[in-house]
């Protein structure tokens, strides 16, 4: 027995005893242990359903006081979940139909029991994957709205939450909205490692529950950024409060493992109406004010002020800056290696853009990367990165060394470049590259709007000859139905799963849930952030086609890469 594991309760709806016992008997041939009960009336049956909880109900068709259907229909006023199964001598084919439409789980003559044990344990089976696929289902659905490390709200949320508040609020129902920016943050995980730096995270969000508390809205926006909505708060003087309260809580010592470390963070504050009237504006002018907050010298809070505006040539004299990088060819590529379970070789790498600023040294996309898309430079040094990684694959190629896939992200803003085909097939072309040897990853927001256009494009590529993936998935909508409609070859694990992966805790079966959605669609998956044995093994056992990350390689310089390959 695979399906039934347990002790079976059955609800037995039979009014003869001799086929209540020749239902017993073969529930027992069939290796079933089991508890029986027998009802023949429909009150009996209501007290049933409520005194106990049942596996699977057995009925005949035709009691004297109660036939199939109408136990169905009490049955399924209970649970639409239970099984229910037919077991009757004569019945006419047009009612077993209409039993079986009404959600009946099959159909048994009484004098062919031998099926019985087989229908049981497809039903209960059916049942069990039912149940987990919902689970799953939530879980992804979860996932898209919080934060999976400190189950606050994340940015998609926090955004929708904002503009919902405005549309309802109007003018009469003001509210505040405070950015809180933990600084130095990286400096703690360079230090001491990524671990401790979610532990820093974690404790921060339920801090900030503490301050805020449960009438107000706290999200994560990522990395060290959260954010509070403040409903009904108008006057400074009662910011000035929560931001003295934010301070004192978070400069407590944080005791994280045998480390014991003082956090500071940066406010900035916006109030609406009168900050902005729309959700950008607002969310703008209180990162206005965060920005001076954090150039003030941090621990401090700020609300914003029109004043603050200046700071915006801060930011152009950055765009400005990124024009040169792209001018002067400042940007360089890493390549993370990608590799098979079940063989252990390096399959492929995913192309990483760096910053080398003259000045400033390296910087992480993480500082630039916004700044490129707000200011359509993404579509420019999203062409360079892809005619590099194309290019530098052909010269590993060139050089004898295994040929392998290369992977290459693509923003929104690129994907809906007019022409984004022809480019590809050009790049191509110029750099000497097959197709099979190159992946563009897409992240699910970009399968979500508009899909019969982004069909279209999908389609054209996968012509070419090049494969596409789902980046981070999971974080976004994760919908079973576009799965199914899109030309993809692999979904990406998103590493927030990876990295929080623990026994016991959800992230186990939401991971386990997209390996089996994507088998089930035959595509491969591979998970990123893969950085400890233990992550390794689970994805291992869980049948994980491909991974990636720092347990097998950090992003390196094509000359490593190179060595790496050889």
């Known amino acids: 027995m695979n399906a039934v594991e347990k002790i079976l309760r059955v609800l037995s709806i039979e009014d003869s005893e001799d086929d209540f016992e020749l239902i017993r008997n073969e529930l027992s041939l069939g290796g079933l242990v089991f508890v029986h009960k027998r009802v023949d009336n429909a009150n009996a049956l209501k007290a049933a359903l409520v005194s106990a909880e049942w596996d699977v109900v057995i009925c005949d068709h035709n009691l004297p006081a109660l036939d199939s259907v109408s136990a169905l229909q009490i049955v399924r006023e209970k649970s639409n979940e239970l099984p229910f199964v037919v077991v009757s001598g004569l019945i006419p084919d047009e009612m077993a139909i209409r039993v079986m439409r009404l959600g009946a789980g099959d159909f048994i003559r009484k004098d062919n029991l031998s099926r019985l044990v087989p229908v049981i344990e497809r039903e209960i089976k059916q049942v069990i994957m039912q149940a987990e696929l919902k689970t799953a289902k939530e879980s992804l659905h979860h996932a898209a709205y919080f934060d999976s490390l400190t189950g606050l709200a994340n940015r998609e949320h926090l955004f929708s939450h904002i503009k919902n508040k405005i549309s309802v609020a109007k003018h009469d129902h003001p509210f505040a909205i405070f950015l809180i920016d933990i600084n130095r943050f990286r400096q703690i995980t360079k230090s001491l490692g990524m671990l401790v730096g979610n532990k820093v995270l974690i404790e921060t969000a339920e801090r900030l529950r503490e301050v805020f508390g449960n009438d107000c809205f706290v999200a994560r926006l990522g990395a060290d950024k959260f954010v509070a909505i403040v409903p009904g708060l108008s006057l400074e003087k009662n910011a000035e409060h929560l931001a003295k309260a934010t301070h004192k809580?978070?400069?407590?010592?944080?005791?994280?493992?045998?480390?014991?470390?003082?956090?500071?963070?940066?406010?900035?504050?916006?109030?609406?109406?009168?900050?902005?009237?729309?959700?950008?504006?607002?969310?703008?002018?209180?990162?206005?004010?965060?920005?001076?907050?954090?150039?003030?010298?941090?621990?401090?809070?700020?609300?914003?002020?029109?004043?603050?505006?200046?700071?915006?040539?801060?930011?152009?004299?950055?765009?400005?800056?990124?024009?040169?990088?792209?001018?002067?060819?400042?940007?360089?590529?890493?390549?993370?290696?990608?590799?098979?379970?079940?063989?252990?070789?390096?399959?492929?790498?995913?192309?990483?853009?760096?910053?080398?600023?003259?000045?400033?040294?390296?910087?992480?996309?993480?500082?630039?990367?916004?700044?490129?898309?707000?200011?359509?430079?993404?579509?420019?040094?999203?062409?360079?990165?892809?005619?590099?990684?194309?290019?530098?694959?052909?010269?590993?190629?060139?050089?004898?060394?295994?040929?392998?896939?290369?992977?290459?992200?693509?923003?929104?803003?690129?994907?809906?470049?007019?022409?984004?085909?022809?480019?590809?097939?050009?790049?191509?072309?110029?750099?000497?590259?097959?197709?099979?040897?190159?992946?563009?990853?897409?992240?699910?927001?970009?399968?979500?709007?508009?899909?019969?256009?982004?069909?279209?494009?999908?389609?054209?590529?996968?012509?070419?000859?090049?494969?596409?993936?789902?980046?981070?998935?999971?974080?976004?909508?994760?919908?079973?139905?576009?799965?199914?409609?899109?030309?993809?070859?692999?979904?990406?694990?998103?590493?927030?799963?990876?990295?929080?992966?623990?026994?016991?805790?959800?992230?186990?079966?939401?991971?386990?849930?997209?390996?089996?959605?994507g088998h089930s669609l035959k595509l491969r998956v591979i998970a990123e952030g893969v950085e400890t044995p233990a992550q390794a093994e689970f994805l291992k056992l869980n049948n994980c086609d491909e991974m990636q990350g720092y347990l097998y390689g950090k992003p390196m310089s094509n000359l490593d890469f190179r060595t790496l390959l050889g």
Not at 317 to 335: D, I, N, P, S
Not at 393 to 420: K, Y
């Open 249 to 517: 809580i978070l400069g407590k010592s944080f005791q994280i493992d045998e480390h014991e470390l003082i956090v500071q963070a940066s406010l900035g504050v916006g109030f609406y109406p009168r900050d902005g009237q729309k959700c950008e504006e607002l969310y703008k002018n209180a990162e206005s004010a965060l920005y001076q907050a954090k150039i003030d010298g941090g621990n401090s809070y700020i609300v914003y002020d029109a004043k603050l505006d200046i700071l915006g040539k801060e930011r152009l004299h950055m765009e400005t800056a990124l024009y040169h990088a792209l001018k002067e060819e400042q940007f360089v590529l890493f390549y993370q290696p990608q590799f098979d379970f079940s063989s252990g070789r390096l399959i492929g790498a995913e192309a990483l853009i760096r910053w080398q600023h003259p000045v400033s040294g390296m910087i992480s996309p993480g500082e630039f990367i916004p700044i490129l898309e707000e200011t359509g430079l993404i579509v420019p040094v999203g062409e360079w990165v892809l005619r590099t990684a194309c290019a530098q694959n052909r010269q590993w190629q060139d050089a004898g060394l295994p040929p392998i896939v290369i992977a290459v992200n693509m923003s929104v803003i690129q994907f809906r470049q007019p022409g984004l085909p022809q480019t590809v097939r050009n790049i191509l072309l110029q750099t000497g590259l097959s197709a099979q040897y190159l992946e563009l990853e897409i992240t699910e927001n970009i399968a979500m709007h508009a899909e019969e256009g982004v069909i279209a494009i999908l389609d054209e590529l996968r012509e070419i000859g090049i494969q596409i993936a789902i980046d981070d998935f999971g974080t976004g909508y994760s919908s079973l139905s576009y799965l199914k409609r899109f030309p993809i070859d692999r979904l990406k694990i998103d590493q927030s799963f990876v990295r929080d992966l623990k026994e016991g805790v959800n992230d186990d079966g939401i991971i386990k849930g997209i390996i089996g959605m």
